[in-house]
């Protein structure tokens, strides 16, 4: 192990080497220009799952008589923290005036607070849904408190709309909030109608292009995704195209399922753990794959379909 390692005689070759790298690879730095923050778009995050969820997150101890006030500092906090941050979104771009991003980014927090009212709504929805389609959950409570799905909806709903708002940056920067936070992977181009779950919900992922209509399950591990890329005469991608599939309602993804391409899962259709599906399939179908084959070696020979181990109860 080296200690006390003195640098000092290669300071100047040091910064003098990376400094030229940072003008040869400038798609890596923001020199000169300010640019929008993780830490305060997590900041931005919390604010609004404290507004949305009173007393399941920030404070514990919600009194009725204090909710008015309350609601006024958090919109107060949500309202200067996100016009900032949007403004820096929109003026990291480096196209238009500062006017019109201060325009951009002061009807957008307009937009956004009006809506959350909505976004409520919608994600009561998804959370009687994860009750409903969960035996395990006690109440919704619990739901509320402990489901990843519930943290990646919630970010995936603000998410959308500031998509919608044709919003740079912040999205994705939030949707990978969500990612990291639960290991669901929402991009927030994707359209998701009402009462949708995630159960478990650890390593899904949901594509750009994706439609999802209403009252949809998913289980751990599904993919929807894409399959294929078109590619221009210089070889670069098509992008803007739909390329995942389309949900329509009432529809069940077990874990581990890959649908892939622009092909529609019909009304009702049930699609089994671990199917690998680039098809359509009807309105009411289930696809489901093989079941694994059993080889027995000679130690377990005696194994039957009936076998019952000495342990059980």
């Not at 594509?207 to 998913?218: F, W, Y």
């Not at 929807?224 to 009432?250: M, N």
């Not at 080889?295 to 377990?300: A, I, S, T, V």
Request: glycine share 8%.
């Amino acid at each position: 192990m080296i200690n006390n390692i003195d640098i000092n005689h290669k300071i100047d070759s040091l910064v003098a080497a990376l400094f030229d790298n940072y003008l040869a690879l400038n798609r890596l730095q923001h020199i000169d220009c300010q640019m929008p923050s993780r830490d305060k778009v997590n900041a931005i995050i919390e604010l609004f799952f404290e507004t949305i969820y009173p007393g399941f997150f920030g404070s514990a101890n919600v009194k009725k008589q204090e909710i008015g006030q309350l609601l006024r500092n958090q919109i107060g906090a949500i309202a200067n923290l996100f016009y900032q941050q949007i403004y820096l979104c929109f003026a990291s771009r480096k196209t238009g005036s500062d006017e019109s991003h201060e325009n951009h980014a002061r009807q957008v927090t307009l937009m956004v607070l009006e809506a959350l009212p909505l976004i409520r709504e919608r994600l009561s929805l998804d959370i009687i849904s994860a009750y409903k389609g969960d035996p395990a959950a006690q109440d919704t409570d619990e739901i509320v408190f402990s489901y990843p799905s519930v943290i990646a909806m919630t970010i995936y709903r603000l998410a959308h709309l500031l998509w919608e708002l044709k919003v740079p940056l912040m999205p994705r920067m939030m949707s990978e909030s969500a990612h990291s936070r639960t290991g669901i992977d929402i991009h927030p181009g994707a359209q998701i109608g009402k009462g949708f779950f995630i159960d478990h919900g650890t390593g899904v992922v949901i594509g750009e292009t994706a439609v999802i209509g209403d009252n949809c399950k998913l289980y751990q591990g599904v993919t929807l995704g894409a399959i294929s890329f078109p590619h221009d005469e210089e070889g670069l991608i098509i992008r803007g195209h739909k390329r995942h599939p389309t949900l329509e309602d009432d529809v069940i993804v077990y874990s581990n399922a890959s649908i892939l391409g622009n092909v529609i899962i019909g009304k009702g259709a049930t699609i089994g753990g671990g199917v690998f599906l680039t098809s359509s399939v009807p309105p009411g179908c289930t696809v489901s794959s093989k079941p694994a084959e059993l080889k027995y070696r000679n130690r377990c020979s005696v194994l039957s379909r009936g076998y019952v181990p000495d342990f059980a109860i």
